[in-house]
């Protein structure tokens, strides 16, 4: 059974960076689109990042977050990274990571992905 552990987060200033991790346990996930969605109390959840299996090398990003943040990941690690640059008070809220083996594109954008994460939490001070 595949574990989703994301770690990182915590409190940043408005403006400052801060890097989430999201290491996979049970199954090496290389074959598998890994990425990041994001949720505050009382909203939907919303698509973050995403990047694919082919060693990284196609990305996809909300209208939101790109050009501040970054995804990236280390298939030897199993490991998924985000990096957020120019943080806002809006990003302040529960980070999950998640994973899908098939599914790519517009399925990320809806949230329609196999395995999530528990999440973790953001906090922007102003």
């Known amino acids: 059974q595949v574990h989703l552990a994301e770690s990182g987060g915590g409190l940043v200033q408005a403006g400052g960076s801060l890097s989430l991790s999201c290491a996979a346990s049970?199954?090496?996930?290389?074959?598998?689109?890994m990425g990041w969605f994001r949720q505050a109390p009382g909203k939907e959840r919303e698509f973050v990042a995403a990047?694919?299996?082919?060693?990284?090398?196609?990305?996809l990003y909300s209208d939101s977050v790109e050009g501040r943040f970054t995804i990236s990941r280390d298939s030897a690690k199993n490991t998924v990274y985000l990096k957020m640059n120019s943080r806002e008070p809006e990003d302040m809220t529960v980070y999950s990571c998640?994973?899908?083996?098939?599914?790519?594109?517009?399925?990320?954008?809806?949230?329609?992905?196999?395995?999530w994460g528990q999440g973790t939490l953001v906090t922007v001070s102003s």
């Open positions: 998640a994973a899908d083996e098939d599914c790519w594109g517009s399925k990320w954008y809806l949230g329609r992905v196999e395995m």
């Open positions: 990047v694919s299996w082919n060693e990284g090398a196609d990305t």
């Open positions: 049970g199954h090496s996930l290389s074959d598998y689109a």
